[in-house]
């Protein structure tokens, strides 16, 4: 929609040719980064050329999908065969929520409105079949905002801190962020979302939270707020899906959907990729944003150096130290609090007995029941509660003899047996 609420036939065609546009670049950008010869096409003997500094697989596969989109088999992929693709993953990916709010146009004006989409749900809602449908959408069950509340729509993709306390069971790793409440009169009515575990700590001017919505699937819970003003929604159930809330179809979704809970679209919507603290109703987030460099980086002994326009750039030793790892994995640290202070849903609150990711890792390091014995790898000397959540096939782990396998290994890690020399799991 417009920034004035009004969807129009033409709006939608706006929408769809800056679709196709971006499409259009990015197919050509991924074609043309390798026209070695600045004619704006790509040839089987450009790939040939480069095969030298390719992983085999990426050059199979290169030339692979160049000879299916070379439609007249010429050898060679022309800018017109580019845009041929672009058209074809629009076909596939053009969204079709406009059609539906178009015919949400309740008074035939050719303009759809907050207000249409409203009477259209009011409508639905009156209707024998929605009456049937009645207990999935009292499955949202999301309250009531007051007229006066402001609405923030509050999605964390990842947050920039390691929680003491887990919300999804020890073997998930739940990760915590602050949201800082700004002074004001007005109301907040606050609704968060996540896909993944998290604690968000409420501080600030907390007397402006009018109420807290919890909408995940896979656990998030509130620090800071008094249970009765939090509220737990089913996040799918209420079709509050934020993957792609930077998609104006995804957030025209959302809109329509709150409207029908609420009465009213939300003020503001509010992606945190990465969260630390972010004020609220502001959105002006602390988050560091890292330092992107541009080059090849290549690896001397234990020292990195970066290969730039400027010459050699010397990023410095890599980090060893389970500490350094930390606060590489986890910027803002460790987050401390007991289960009893969280509010989520009942019981699901609960303290690790291993922290997660490379907090865990320093945490067994510190107790002796990890000892590091070269790069990334350590062995597990003695009986460990579990292994820490979150980690990947990094670091790898060698488990002693005798030392029984520990809980929360999955085929995620890498872990080989000191007694027999075999991987455990299908990473190593």
Not at 313 to 325: F, K, R, S, T, Y
Request: proline residues 6%; glycine residues 6%.
């Amino acid at each position: 929609m417009a920034p004035d609420g009004r969807l129009t036939p033409e709006l939608i065609q706006l929408h769809e040719e800056e679709m196709i546009a971006r499409l259009r670049h990015k197919t050509r950008g991924e074609w043309l980064v390798r026209d070695l010869n600045a004619d704006l096409s790509l040839s089987v003997d450009e790939i040939h050329r480069l095969r030298p500094i390719l992983r085999p697989d990426t050059a199979r596969h290169i030339e692979t999908r160049l000879r299916k989109f070379d439609l007249n088999s010429d050898g060679m992929l022309t800018l017109e065969e580019m845009d041929t693709e672009s058209a074809r993953q629009f076909a596939q990916q053009r969204p079709h929520v406009f059609d539906d709010l178009l015919a949400m146009d309740s008074n035939n004006d050719g303009i759809v409105t907050t207000e249409d989409i409203i009477a259209t749900f009011e409508a639905i809602s009156k209707t024998p079949e929605a009456q049937l449908s009645a207990l999935e959408h009292e499955g949202c069950g999301m309250p009531t905002a007051s007229d006066n509340a402001e609405i923030i729509l509050f999605n964390v993709n990842r947050a920039e801190a390691v929680s003491t306390v887990a919300v999804s069971g020890l073997d998930q790793e739940t990760r915590a962020g602050s949201i800082r409440i700004e002074a004001g009169t007005r109301p907040i009515y606050l609704i968060a979302t996540s896909r993944s575990p998290l604690i968000l700590k409420i501080i600030g001017a907390k007397e402006r939270l009018e109420h807290v919505v919890i909408a995940s699937e896979n656990g998030l819970g509130v620090v800071g707020v008094p249970a009765e003003h939090v509220s737990f929604v089913p996040r799918l159930a209420c079709y509050l899906d934020a993957r792609r809330w930077n998609s104006v179809d995804a957030q025209t979704q959302a809109d329509a959907q709150l409207s029908a809970y609420l009465g009213r679209a939300p003020d503001q919507h509010i992606n945190e990729q990465r969260l630390d603290t972010t004020a609220l109703p502001s959105g002006v987030s602390n988050t560091k944003q890292p330092v992107k460099r541009k080059g090849v980086t290549i690896i001397t002994g234990n020292r990195r150096v970066q290969m730039t326009e400027n010459g050699l750039v010397d990023l410095g030793v890599i980090q060893e130290d389970p500490v350094d790892l930390l606060f590489q994995a986890f910027p803002a640290g460790i987050f401390s609090s007991m289960p009893e202070d969280v509010v989520t849903l009942a019981g699901s609150a609960e303290a690790y007995d291993v922290l997660p990711s490379w907090a865990g890792i320093k945490q067994l390091v510190d107790a002796g029941a990890l000892r590091m014995i070269g790069r990334e790898t350590y062995a597990i000397e003695e009986p460990i509660a579990r292994l820490p959540a979150g980690l990947g096939p990094r670091p790898k782990f060698l488990l002693r003899r005798g030392v029984p396998m520990p809980k929360g290994a999955s085929d995620r890690n890498a872990i080989e047996s000191e007694e027999t020399g075999e991987c455990l799991t299908k990473r190593c």
